[in-house]
């Protein structure tokens, strides 16, 4: 019987921890030949094996093919994890060798240890190898044990207490076979109708998840990554007699959930990390939106636009979820996420442009509707150009109808999107005469400047009302 592994110490490193990873290996290949280690002691090698998997460097002989032969216990699976996510080419010799149909057999078990380890193991292998996933789904069933873990996991949600709480290693488990799901569905279009089974688990586990603070963290953001994909208007298969998205008990409840974690995201995450996190949140609201009940629609622009009572300050100035959503409209910080949410303001406007800037305001809707070439409203146009300071028989003339400076009969600023009974009151002093002449001086320079630079040929609005004769001389 080869000599018992040592007891765990202080971790090695430099020559030192060389050597121990290579004394180890080698415990583990002669163990591989001639079983000669008792089950506790293999455990312990391979437990003292895995604090070497944490940093790759003196650690060479884990990232050999010998190694992902001896590798194969779920403990030493947690190293082979460890490594492959270390060292991207051990995923091509896992592949080389054969091993992911394992992998994939392992995923059948009812075991939420053997669902993480597979499910992240097969993950990888989704990058930096040549793995044909097809294989999996036509030889080793991947798509129903995916579709059988996530009805597991539903299960175990559904059924969760505080007696009995869904614990770490099922949220972990939960986590790898969203994250699973994800790639297939992203690198293996064709196998969407199949894994599109899984809708109503996902709902359901979404519906029971617990929302930790901040929200977009494991298990939330694979799960609305996991629905990203996936059939959602159950078109292809035809899996569900009701579609899962609008339940009969309450169509609007995923919707409602959903926009829940949005607005509890906008307030707890900075302009950079909204764009990474958020982004496809806002997507998936968008997909929904599209196709939902007409009750749903007029729920979901209910708890998304901007409300009437909001109209007491120009639009994006409140502390509501449509006002969080407006400013990260136009954030510099969150380029992706502006543009969805843009999106996302413009199709619940019925992709009207008119429509569009009476619920948000020409100040939100110009940039969306310029950079994407599409017709501004003459009346939005008119109003900009005033700044919205026209009078209320001007601006009747401007916008016959009203539909773009009133919302249920009270006139707004087309501009700001604030009710005019409530714009602020300029009560500061008038300019004297002196100043205003300082200021048309100050001006009157600076169109010369201009002009004087031959960039753009401009007329002094000065010098053009002297020859209009609009100058009295003054003795």
């Given at each position: 019987m080869a000599a018992p592994a040592k007891c765990s110490g202080p971790e090695l490193s430099g020559s030192a921890k060389?050597?121990?990873?290579?004394?180890?290996?080698?415990?583990?290949?002669l163990d591989l030949k001639e079983k000669n280690l008792l089950p506790p002691i293999r455990n312990k090698?391979?437990?003292?094996?895995?604090?070497?998997?944490?940093?790759?460097?003196?650690?060479?002989?884990?990232?050999?093919?010998?190694?992902?032969?001896?590798?194969?216990?779920?403990?030493?699976?947690?190293?082979?994890?460890?490594?492959?996510?270390?060292?991207?080419?051990?995923?091509?010799?896992?592949?080389?060798?054969g091993y992911p149909s394992k992998a994939a057999e392992r995923m059948k078990s009812d075991n939420r240890d053997d669902?993480?380890?597979a499910s992240r193991l097969l993950f990888l292998l989704t990058y930096d190898s040549n793995l044909n996933f097809d294989d999996?789904?036509?030889?080793?069933?991947?798509?129903?044990?995916?579709?059988?873990?996530?009805?597991?996991?539903?299960?175990?949600?559904?059924?969760?207490?505080?007696?009995?709480?869904?614990?770490?290693?099922?949220?972990?488990?939960?986590?790898?076979?969203?994250?699973?799901l994800f790639n297939m569905t992203q690198f293996y279009p064709h196998q969407v109708p199949v894994l599109s089974k899984s809708l109503r688990n996902i709902l359901k586990i979404?519906?029971?998840?617990?929302?930790?603070?901040?929200?977009?963290?494991?298990?939330?953001?694979?799960?609305?990554?996991?629905?990203?994909?996936?059939?959602?208007?159950?078109?292809?298969?035809?899996?569900?007699?009701?579609?899962?998205?609008?339940?009969?008990?309450?169509?609007?409840c995923?919707?409602?959930?959903?926009?829940?974690?949005?607005?509890?995201?906008?307030?707890q995450y900075k302009d950079e990390e909204l764009e990474k996190n958020a982004t496809p949140l806002v997507i998936l609201l968008r997909q929904i939106y599209d196709f939902a009940p007409d009750a749903v629609k007029g729920y979901m622009r209910w708890l998304l636009l901007p409300s009437n009572d909001e109209r007491a300050k120009?639009?994006?100035?409140?502390?509501?979820?449509?006002?969080?959503?407006?400013?990260?409209?136009?954030?510099?910080?969150?380029?992706?996420?502006?543009e969805s949410i843009s999106?996302?303001?413009?199709?619940?406007?019925?992709?009207?442009?008119?429509?569009?800037?009476?619920?948000?305001?020409?100040?939100?809707?110009?940039?969306?509707?310029?950079?994407?070439?599409?017709?501004?409203?003459?009346?939005?146009?008119e109003a900009w150009s005033t700044n919205g300071n026209e009078t209320k028989k001007e601006s009747e003339a401007e916008d016959p109808g009203g539909k773009v400076t009133s919302v249920d009969g009270v006139e707004i600023n087309p501009v700001t999107g604030q009710r005019r009974d409530m714009e602020p009151v300029d009560l500061g002093p008038e300019m004297s005469q002196e100043e205003k002449e300082r200021e048309a001086e100050k001006l009157f320079v600076l169109f010369e400047r201009l002009k004087a630079t031959g960039v753009v040929n401009v007329m002094n609005p000065v010098e053009q009302a002297m020859q209009e004769g609009r100058f009295e001389e003054i003795e």
């Open positions: 060389l050597d121990e990873v290579t004394r180890l290996m080698g415990l583990l290949e090698t391979l437990e003292l094996l895995k604090q070497y998997t944490r940093n790759k460097d003196n650690a060479g002989p884990l990232f050999t093919k010998e190694a992902s032969i001896y590798l194969g216990p779920r403990e030493a699976l947690r190293c082979l994890q460890n490594v492959m996510l270390l060292e991207p080419k051990t995923r091509q010799i896992f592949v080389d060798l669902e993480f380890l999996l789904f036509d030889n080793n069933q991947l798509a129903e044990s995916i579709n059988t873990n996530l009805y597991r996991q539903a299960k175990t949600h559904t059924k969760s207490t505080t007696k009995h709480p869904v614990t770490s290693l099922d949220t972990m488990a939960l986590s790898e076979t969203l994250k699973l979404l519906s029971r998840v617990q929302i930790p603070t901040p929200p977009l963290q494991p298990p939330v953001n694979w799960i609305i990554n996991g629905l990203l994909n996936l059939d959602l208007e159950d078109k292809k298969a035809n899996h569900f007699s009701q579609n899962p998205l609008f339940p009969k008990f309450d169509a609007k995923n919707a409602d959930r959903l926009i829940n974690i949005l607005d509890a995201a906008v307030r120009p639009l994006g100035k409140s502390d509501t979820l449509s006002a969080f959503l407006l400013r990260l409209s136009t954030s510099p910080a969150a380029p992706n996420l502006r999106s996302m303001m413009f199709e619940l406007s019925d992709r009207d442009a008119t429509s569009f800037v009476r619920n948000v305001g020409y100040g939100f809707a110009s940039g969306f509707l310029m950079t994407h070439d599409m017709p501004v409203p003459e009346n939005a146009m």
